[in-house]
C-alpha cells in the first residue's frame, strides 16, 4: 500500500503543505502589500483628516456668520445702536454674546467708535476693528479676517447695522469670532483620529501635542503637500492645510494654516506586531497540523457526520425518538464514535422519559389544585343557596324573609357562573374584540366601578390628557383594571386591618389607591400602586401561576387570567412591591394589538 492510500497520510500531507504555502503567502503579503498599503492608507488619512478639519471649522464659521447677520438685522440691536450710547448697547450685547456662545462680540457705530466689546479689552477692540480687513464692515460690507489671539487663531467676521432696503443707513457694525484654542483643537483630534495644531504669522498658537514641540512645526510651514517630522521618538506624517477665510474664497498668502499630523512610528509598531504574531501563528499551526492529522486521521469523519446530523434534527425538531444510526465501517470502525452515539441514545430515551412522566405529574397536580379550588370555591355559594331554600320553604316565612333568600340565591348563582367564567376564561383562547379606545375614560369607568365598596379606599387618577388613542378590546382591558384595583383594595384593607389592630383606638385610615397613565414610546401605560400590604418576595415570582392566591377567599385565577388577556392583546403586566409599603403594577399595551401570523387558527368564541 502506497503511502498516500492512507487517508491518515493524505490529511497530514495535505495540512503540512498547506499550513507553509499560508505561512509564506501571508509572510510575503505582510512584508511587502501590507506596509505598502498601510503607508498609502497613512497618507489618505492624512489628507482626508485635513479635508474634515477645514469643513468643520468652515461650517462653525458659516454658522458664526449666520447668527451674526440675523442679530445685526434684529430691531433690539438697531435700537441700541441708534442712541450711540455704551451703556445702552452693553447688556443687550452680552445678551447675545451669551445666546451666539462666541469668543468675541464687538458692536461699533459709524464712525468706527467700540459701543460694546466682549471677549477684548475697549483699546484691544479698537484696534481690531481698525485692521483694513475688519474695517469694510463700516462701508456696508461684510468682511472676515484672521487675528493672532493670546489663546489661538481667532477667526472673526463684521457685518453691517443698517436700517432701509432700498437706501440702507448705516448704523454701526457688529463683528463676532470664534478662537481656535487647544479645546478646538482637541474635538478636531477626537473626530480625525489625528494630532492638529494652528499657525497664523509664523508662530504655532494652539496644538494638541506638548508646547515644546512648537518651534518644530514651526519649521514645517511653508513646506507644501506631506512630510515627515520626528517628534522625540514618534515619527509623524505632517499636512498643511491652509484656511481661507470664507467658504468660496482661495486661501490668503497670509492665511493661518491647520497642521495635521498622523504618527508613522505608532502604525509601523502596529505592523510589526502583526509580523512577529503571523510568524509564531505559522510555527504553531506547523505543529498543531502535524500533530492532529494523526489524531484526527482515518474514517472518523463519517460516523462524526451521522452524529451530528440526527444531533441536528432533534435540536430543531425536538422529537426525542430519533436515534443515532452509524454505518458499518468494519475494522475501520471508530470505537468512541459508537460509543457516542449509544450514550447520545440513551439520553435522549431519559429525557423523553422524563418529559412524560414530568408532564403526567404537572397534569395530575393541576387537576388537584383545580379540583380543590373549585370545590372550595362552589361549596360556600353552595351551602348559602341551600339556607336559601330553607328559608322559602319555611311557611311563616315573611315577604321581605323570601325577597332577602332569593337575592343570597340571584348573588351566589352570580358567584358561582363567575367562578366557571374564570377558569374557561384561563383554559380556553380569547377572542378579542378590538376597536379604538380612550384609555383615560376606560381608566375613569373602571375606577368608578371599583368605588362602589363604600369602605374601600380612595382611588386617585393621575391621567395623562395627551395619551393616543389605542385599538385594543376595552371590555377585557376593563375587566383587568378591576381586577387590579380590587387586589389594590384588598392589600390596602388588609393593612390598615393590621394596624387599626395595633392602636388602641382601632381605627386607622386606609391610604390611598393611584392610577397612572402615561406614554410608553409607540404605545400607552397603566401604573396601579397602592400602599397596602406589599407581596412577600417568595411569593412575587409565583404571583402570575393560576390558583396561587394568598387570601382565603381567591381562588387564584385573577392575575393569570389578567396576564393571559394583556399578553393577548400585545401589552405586558409587570409587579414591584415592598412588604409593608405597597404594591406598583404596571400594564403596557401597544398603539394596536398584534395581527395573528398568517394560517393560526382562529382562537374560540367566547363561553356565554
Not at 483628516?49 to 434684529?74: C, N, P
Not at 483699546?123 to 464692515?137: F, M, N, S, V, Y
Not at 492638529?196 to 496644538?207: C, E, N, P, T, V
Not at 518651534?215 to 517628534?231: F, K, M, N
Request: charged content about 20%; aromatic content about 4%; glycine content about 8%.
Amino acid at each position: 500500500m502506497t503511502p498516500l492510500a492512507s487517508l491518515r497520510n493524505r490529511i497530514f500531507l495535505a495540512s503540512a503543505l498547506l499550513a507553509v504555502l499560508v505561512i509564506a503567502f501571508a509572510i510575503d503579503l505582510v512584508n511587502v502589500r501590507v506596509t505598502a498599503a498601510a503607508e498609502a492608507e497613512l497618507q489618505r488619512g492624512v489628507v482626508e483628516a485635513g479635508t474634515l478639519v477645514e469643513q468643520r471649522r468652515a461650517a462653525i464659521f458659516e454658522s458664526f456668520t449666520v447668527m451674526a447677520r440675523l442679530i445685526a438685522d434684529l430691531p433690539k440691536l438697531k435700537a441700541a445702536v441708534g442712541t450711540n450710547d455704551p451703556p445702552t448697547v452693553e447688556p443687550i450685547a452680552r445678551e447675545y454674546q451669551r445666546q451666539l456662545e462666541s469668543d468675541l462680540f464687538i458692536v461699533t457705530n459709524p464712525h468706527g467708535r467700540v459701543l460694546a466689546a466682549i471677549g477684548l479689552t475697549a483699546p484691544a477692540a479698537e484696534a481690531l476693528t481698525a485692521r483694513p480687513g475688519i474695517r469694510d464692515g463700516l462701508a456696508g460690507r461684510e468682511a472676515s479676517a484672521f487675528v493672532p489671539d493670546r489663546g489661538g487663531v481667532m477667526q472673526v467676521v463684521t457685518v453691517p447695522i443698517s436700517v432701509g432696503l432700498s437706501r440702507p443707513e448705516l448704523l454701526g457694525s457688529l463683528t463676532v469670532g470664534f478662537l481656535l484654542d487647544n479645546a478646538l483643537a482637541g474635538q478636531f483630534k477626537q473626530i480625525t483620529g489625528s494630532e492638529i495644531a494652528f499657525a497664523l504669522d509664523g508662530r504655532i498658537l494652539a496644538s494638541t501635542l506638548p508646547a515644546r514641540w512648537n518651534g518644530r512645526l514651526a519649521g514645517l510651514l511653508g513646506t507644501p503637500g506631506t512630510s515627515r517630522i520626528r517628534l522625540g521618538s514618534d515619527e509623524y506624517v505632517a499636512l498643511l492645510r491652509p484656511l481661507s477665510t470664507s467658504a468660496g474664497d482661495p486661501p490668503a498668502a497670509a492665511a493661518p494654516v491647520a497642521i495635521v499630523l498622523r504618527s508613522r512610528t505608532e502604525q509601523l509598531r502596529f505592523l510589526n506586531g502583526i509580523h512577529a504574531g503571523l510568524f509564531a501563528a505559522g510555527i504553531f499551526a506547523v505543529l498543531l497540523a502535524t500533530i492532529l492529522s494523526y489524531a484526527v486521521a482515518r474514517t472518523v469523519t463519517r460516523p462524526l457526520a451521522a452524529i451530528i446530523d440526527t444531533m441536528r434534527d432533534v435540536a430543531t425538531t425536538g422529537d426525542l425518538t430519533r436515534k443515532i444510526v452509524l454505518p458499518q465501517a468494519g475494522y475501520w470502525g471508530d470505537e468512541d464514535a459508537r460509543l457516542l452515539a449509544s450514550t447520545f441514545n440513551s439520553l435522549t430515551d431519559s429525557v423523553a422519559r422524563f418529559q412524560r412522566e414530568a408532564g403526567e405529574r404537572e397534569r395530575l397536580s393541576s387537576l388537584g389544585r383545580l379540583s380543590t379550588v373549585i370545590a372550595h370555591e362552589i361549596r360556600n355559594p353552595l351551602m348559602i343557596i341551600k339556607t336559601a331554600v330553607r328559608s322559602l320553604r319555611r311557611p311563616d316565612a315573611t315577604a321581605q324573609e323570601r325577597a332577602e333568600a332569593l337575592a343570597d340565591v340571584d348573588d351566589e348563582v352570580a358567584r358561582l357562573n363567575r367562578i366557571v367564567n374564570e377558569v374557561l376564561d384561563f383554559a380556553r383562547p380569547i377572542a378579542f374584540d378590538c376597536a379604538p379606545a380612550d384609555l383615560n375614560r376606560l381608566c375613569e369607568a373602571a375606577t368608578a366601578a371599583a368605588a362602589v365598596e363604600a369602605d374601600g379606599p380612595a382611588i386617585t387618577l393621575r391621567l395623562d390628557e395627551g395619551l393616543p388613542v389605542v385599538v385594543t378590546d376595552a371590555e377585557r382591558l376593563r375587566l383587568v383594571l378591576l381586577n387590579l384595583l380590587a387586589n389594590a383594595r384588598h392589600a390596602v384593607l388588609a393593612r390598615t386591618a393590621g394596624t387599626a389592630g395595633a392602636h388602641a383606638t382601632g381605627v386607622a385610615i386606609p391610604p390611598p389607591i393611584t392610577l397612572t397613565t402615561a406614554r410608553d414610546g409607540d404605545g400607552v401605560a397603566v401604573t396601579v400602586a397602592d400602599g397596602g400590604i406589599g407581596i412577600d418576595p417568595a411569593d412575587l415570582p409565583r404571583v402570575f401561576e393560576p390558583y396561587f392566591t394568598t387570601r382565603r377567599a381567591g381562588t387564584g385565577l385573577g392575575l393569570a387570567i389578567s396576564r393571559h388577556i394583556v399578553d393577548g392583546l400585545g401589552g405586558s403586566l409587570s409587579i414591584r412591591s415592598t412588604p409593608g409599603e405597597g404594591t406598583a403594577v404596571r400594564l403596557t399595551l401597544p398603539a394596536a394589538p398584534p395581527r395573528p401570523a398568517a394560517g393560526s387558527p382562529l382562537p374560540e368564541d367566547r363561553h356565554p
